[in-house]
Structures are given as structure tokens and as C-alpha cells.
């Protein structure tokens, strides 16, 4: 389980090898993966964000490979998220 606080950080390739062996040692069971959240507390082109939209990317790309793990992409639109920024709300949720 993994948070936008849990940001990247130059982190992306090990991060995605820890979902591959994740997704390879539970072959036995069907897996749903969600992209990572924007961060609204951070403009669009910091590097977070930049980092966030990598990570998705190649995350989406990784997960079509795998026949018994899925990505659950998630809407980065603003109203999705709290006034806080950084927590999705009921709609956002739903």
C-alpha cells in the first residue's frame, strides 16, 4: 500500500521492482493496482508531480504484461480531492 506522501524521490525503479515481485510471488490470486494520486499541494510541474506521473505510467505499462493483475487508474481531477489537497473526497473515493 502506498500513499502520494510516499513519494518517489528517484525511487521509481525500485519501487516498481517491489510491485513486480509483489505481483509475481501472488500469481495465484487477481490483482488490483491504483496509479498513483496527484499531489495538489504541489504545483503541477514539480518534480513530485513529474515523478507521480512516471511512476504511472510505467507502472500501467508494467501491469499490462500481467494477465492476473489489473491498474485502476485514478482521475487526477481537482474536484476529486479534499480541501487539503492531498486526500480524495467522498466523490473521489466513490
Known amino acids: 500500500m502506498g500513499r502520494s506522501n510516499d513519494r518517489c524521490y528517484n525511487n521509481i525503479d525500485r519501487k516498481l521492482t517491489r ?14 493496482i491504483a496509479t498513483a494520486l496527484h499531489c495538489y499541494d504541489s504545483v503541477a510541474s514539480s518534480k513530485v508531480n513529474q515523478e507521480i506521473h512516471i511512476f504511472n505510467r510505467k507502472l500501467e505499462t508494467y501491469m499490462k504484461q500481467n494477465t492476473h493483475a489489473n491498474i485502476l487508474v485514478i482521475e487526477h481531477d481537482r474536484k476529486y480531492f479534499t480541501n487539503y489537497d492531498l486526500h480524495l473526497n467522498n466523490m473521489g473515493k466513490e
Not at 21 to 26: A, E
Open 19 to 32: 510491485i513486480s515481485q509483489f505481483v509475481k510471488r501472488n500469481a495465484h490470486t487477481y490483482i488490483i
